[in-house]
């Protein structure tokens, strides 16, 4: 009896073990599937941002570059704007001048 009992014990703890250990691969296996999948999901994600913000730089650039071209040609404006008048005031004082040295003399 007592060795029935003993062989009974080593019987179950040998399916213990067996049940554990299957379950120790596949709980692995699982893991490590799961890592994968995370870190696919991390790199696909990943190369979207990149994507996404390249955009937005390439938005950003294009842009400031149409800002700058503006601000220029509204800079060349009020240059000519301004060169027109002192010219006007260059003219006039040119007049001025020319009508007080007539009459002086």
């Given amino acids: ?5 003993v062989a009974l014990g080593f019987g179950m703890a040998s399916t213990f073990g067996l049940i554990v250990g299957v379950f120790s691969v596949w709980n692995g ?3 490590r599937q799961e890592i994968v999948n ?5 790199q696909l994600r990943t190369e ?3 994507r996404e913000t390249q955009q937005l730089i390439r938005e950003t650039q294009l842009g400031t570059e149409r800002l700058i071209r503006e601000t220029q040609q ?3 404006q009020l240059i000519r704007e301004e060169q027109a008048a002192n010219r006007e005031m260059l003219m006039r004082l040119h007049e001025n001048t020319a009508r007080i040295l007539a009459k002086l003399g």
Avoid: D, F
């Avoid at 995370?38 to 991390?42: A, F, K, P």
């Fill in 1 to 5: 009896m007592t060795g029935e009992m």
């Fill in 29 to 31: 296996r699982m893991t």
């Fill in 38 to 42: 995370v870190i696919r999901e991390t």
């Fill in 48 to 50: 979207q941002l990149i």
């Fill in 74 to 76: 509204q800079t060349h």
